[in-house]
């Protein structure tokens, strides 16, 4: 009979995935000469922008679910057009919400975004403070790849959250 209740308990509580011991996104620019535009991807946790967002006072989206809400890629261009930006010069580049698919183990997100009309750009601004608000440790690398495939990296976080790549 204890065995029946304990098995039983057992099957009404719901047990969580392990939540990873790191915070790190990733984000792609790419310059695209053939369209004129630069194309943006971001590889970044689920669970982490959930609870961002729900820092935020968002009611529970369900992101990620096939319940998710039809609101969350609205609030997920919200805030991302807080934390992410990108100028050249003194210009600010305003990106264009594409769409987002979830990664083959559920654990992410990949968002696109593009800046349509960038015609030759000689220098590019990026700000990406995303779930800094919410983690202390958090970490975003990002990959520039400009005119002529030149490529930079960096790795930012709490204390370095922007820089510049010159082409």
Sequence with gaps: MKLFLLLSFLSLVQVAPPAHQFHLSRTRVEYMPQNQEWQISIHIFIDDLALALSQKGTPNLLL?????????????QA???RFLKLSEGEQALNWEWVGKETSEDLSAFYLYLTVPQAVSPKRLRISNQLLFDTFTDQQNMIQVIGPGQQRQNFLFHQDYWQDGVTF
Excluded: F, H, R
């Design 79 to 81: 805030y991302l057009q």
């Design 64 to 76: 990620g679910t096939k319940k998710e809400s039809p609101q969350a890629d609205g609030y997920i």
